[in-house]
């Protein structure tokens, strides 16, 4: 006598599926009644009723706003660690950067380094180095570059660049158009934001200018304080090959 071929049970459906989950779950906390006190912080991401009619509890209210604040605090512990990531990275850049220019033994070494670096490390479109000198017999021994640009103390063109090399600090925004096409040349396009690093406090030794094409690389409102250290860095290398 053949044998009646069992039928297949069917598959259950996801409600019974998920019916036996939560049971599941249920069963386990029935049976670890101190979950929650080992996982306290579980209960601020939870909704757990609390009667009240039909105003909102208390304890309700209490959670909800607890929840905002967690998410508010992680939200902030993002930004921190992102900011803190991207700080560390500029960090090394930055080193890397002085050891390349000011370990250089002449002055085309070091002018080399700081044009390679600033376009690999931070990843700029154009640059311009403007040097300045009062004896036209006695330039700087920098000459020879071609991106770099000797200009007299008393130069005309050095009018609109006045509120630059009197501030103490890297200037970022967009360029005038007679600052746009003095240092750049046909270049300027690439230079849709700038900053404009002046080098040396006392007595200015030059002032130098990186260009992006990205229009908020360099805001207006960008903190300058790595810019400050690659001008004193610049400053420092000039200072050693031009005394």
Not at 56 to 69: G, P
Not at 109 to 127: K, P, Q
Not at 186 to 212: D, F, H, N, T
Request: hydrophobic share 40%.
């Amino acid at each position: 006598m053949k044998k009646r071929a069992r039928a297949k049970e069917a598959p259950k459906t996801q409600p019974e599926e998920e019916q036996g989950r939560e049971q599941a779950v249920v069963e386990y906390l029935r049976t670890h009644k101190d979950f929650f006190v080992c996982h306290s912080d579980l209960l601020s991401e939870l909704t757990i009723p609390h009667p009240s009619g039909d105003a909102i509890s208390l304890v309700e209210r209490q959670l909800a706003l607890l929840r905002e604040q967690n998410r508010e605090l992680k939200w902030q512990l993002r930004d921190l660690i992102e900011n803190a990531t991207a700080n560390d990275n500029l960090s090394k850049k930055v080193h890397r950067f002085a050891l390349a220019v000011l370990s250089a033994a002449t002055p085309q070494a070091m002018l080399e380094a700081l044009f390679s670096s600033l376009r690999t490390d931070f990843e700029v479109d154009v640059i311009a180095l403007r040097l300045f000198f009062d004896d036209p017999s006695l330039p700087p021994p920098f000459a020879d570059h071609p991106e770099v640009v000797l200009v007299s103390r008393n130069a005309p063109e050095l009018e609109a660049f006045s509120s630059v090399l009197k501030s103490s600090r890297p200037i970022c925004g967009r360029l005038t158009a007679e600052q746009g096409a003095y240092l750049f040349g046909e270049a300027v396009e690439q230079a849709v934001s700038c900053v404009l690093i002046p080098l040396g406090e006392e007595r200015r030794r030059g002032m130098l200018a990186i260009g992006s094409q990205e229009p908020d690389r360099f805001r207006a409102d960008l903190g300058t304080m790595f810019l400050d250290y690659l001008g004193a860095i610049v400053e420092r290398a000039l200072h050693r090959h031009w005394t």
